[in-house]
Structure formats: C-alpha cells, structure tokens
C-alpha cells in the first residue's frame, strides 16, 4: 500500500499555544510524526509531547493511517512541562571526592545532653 499525506493542523498547549499546518503520513507512527514535529516545527520533543484526537489520546506506536484523522482536522499537542534539574551554584571550593568519603559519626550517650558532652570533649 502507498503512504498517503493528510495535512492537518496540529495546536500546540502548555506555553507555547501555536497552530501549525502538519501532514500525517499514513505509513509512519504517531511516534515518528512527533520526532518529524519536534524537528521540523521546533516543538517540543517527542517525550513531553501528547497528542489528541477525536477525544482520544494516541499512541506512540499506532500508525498515522489507522486513526482516520480527516483532512483539515485539528490534533491537539499538549505539551509536558520541562523537569528542571536542580543544580547548586558553583562556589569554586574544592569538590569531595566519594571513593574518600567516609560516614563519621560521634557516639552519643543517652543518658547525656550535647551540652554535657560538649564540656566532657573539652576536659
């Protein structure tokens, strides 16, 4: 069977709310359309997009040809928030290194208050 192109527009969520004109080929997955958006169209990649139609959301794995989206139609990309990735300034000290890291703790009596403790480390 031949791949057929039905162009359909494709509005984006989260942010980014745009209406992109797009063709599904009838012969690739919703999954490889999405790498083709993503690519081709600058939005986001294939892992934070979902897409809907018809009130359904589709698969990665079902073929383009399958859904029966209709010439013209509109298929709804919402789009996943990006993780962000805590990262912590970089002070310039020097870096620990975990293979010398060793847990060290103090023992504590519990029959005595830190400051106890304290003034017995002093002796």
């Given at each position: 069977?031949?791949?057929?192109s039905?162009?359909?527009?494709?509005?984006?969520?989260?942010?980014?709310?745009?209406?992109?004109?797009?063709?599904?080929?009838?012969?690739?997955?919703?999954?490889?359309?999405?790498?083709?958006?993503?690519?081709?169209?600058?939005?986001?990649?294939?892992?934070?997009?979902?897409?809907f139609?018809?009130?359904?959301?589709?698969?990665?794995?079902?073929?383009?040809?399958?859904?029966?989206?209709?010439?013209?139609?509109?298929?709804?990309?919402?789009?996943?928030?990006?993780?962000?990735?805590?990262?912590?300034?970089?002070?310039?000290?020097?870096?620990p290194?975990?293979?010398?890291?060793?847990?060290?703790?103090?023992?504590?009596?519990?029959?005595?208050?830190?400051?106890?403790?304290?003034?017995?480390?002093?002796?």
């Amino acid at each position: 069977m031949a791949s057929t192109s039905t162009k359909v527009k494709i509005r984006t969520g989260l942010g980014e709310n745009k209406t992109l004109d797009f063709a599904l080929i009838s012969n690739e997955t919703v999954g490889t359309a999405k790498e083709r958006l993503h690519k081709d169209h600058k939005v986001g990649e294939k892992d934070r997009q979902r897409w809907f139609w018809n009130g359904v959301q589709l698969k990665n794995e079902t073929s383009c040809g399958e859904i029966g989206v209709g010439e013209g139609h509109v298929v709804q990309c919402i789009l996943k928030p990006e993780e962000k990735k805590e990262t912590l300034p970089d002070t310039g000290g020097p870096k620990p290194d975990p293979a010398n890291q060793e847990e060290k703790m103090t023992p504590v009596s519990s029959s005595s208050s830190p400051s106890t403790q304290n003034k017995e480390a002093q002796k």
